[in-house]
């Protein structure tokens, strides 16, 4: 009974190494963010190694978040630079109605409501474009657009995301609770793309190829006909070929 609970394949010790691989990837994390713009990069493979752990898919840490920093630094760079930029116009139409603005009060609370809703938009995509990125072949502007989509259609577990990351960072670094500080000192933010993969891995799995067809591929939601034969996906990391899109042959944007 001893010799089954301290063999390193028992669920538990499987669980509780997972969080040493967590404590690795925050130091991969943020000595690979210190440049800033690489931080689309960085983010993009903690979540290819969160969403492996997610699918007990054992691996090495290291190499697989070099392998997809790698691989995505492109198209993560060009993700995080434009999230970067809408967030910073955001955050300042944003401030400045809510501590500069002196004129009417109906403006002020219509233009409020517009950007707290356009902000609620943006977390939501947020929550789905990295973990898209680092899991899918695809363009920058389709991945934009099935992270919107995606987080539309999935709403309660996007709801769940943003209130979970929300509460944590809010009792980390708001109200300034010790034992959560400590958490975030050892884990960082890959301990919230664990906790986000287990909940994005089960919805990336229903838009999986089921089979090795092409006509099985994963294809951008909602997405015309025309724009579905020219824009097929391919998960990434698959071990069975597939048909790659004319984006992969082409490069990625």
Known sequence: MLSGFFNYDNPVWRFIGKFGDLILLNILWLVCSIPIFTIGASTTAVYYVTLKLARDDDGYTIKSFFKSFKENFKQATAIWLILLVVGAILGVDFYFFTRIYT???????????????????????????????????????????????????????????????????????????????????????????????????????????????????????????????????MGKGDENPKVKSEEEKNGQE
């Open 103 to 233: 004129g009417s009060g109906n403006l002020k609370t219509v233009m409020l409501t517009v950007f707290l809703a356009m902000i609620i938009v943006y977390a939501a995509v947020f929550m789905y474009i990295f973990p898209l990125q680092s899991r899918f072949y695809n363009s920058v502007r389709r991945t934009f657009f099935n992270a919107f989509f995606m987080s539309l259609r999935h709403l309660f577990k996007t709801i769940g995301m943003i209130v979970i990351n929300g509460v944590l960072v809010a009792a980390g670094f708001v109200f300034m609770v010790p034992p959560v500080l400590m958490i975030f000192m050892l884990f960082g933010f890959p301990l919230l793309a664990f906790i986000n993969s287990y909940i994005l891995s089960p919805v990336f799995d229903l838009y999986m190829p089921k089979t090795d067809r092409p006509d099985d591929e994963l294809r951008p939601l909602f997405a015309d006909e025309e724009e579905q034969v020219s824009s097929i996906l």
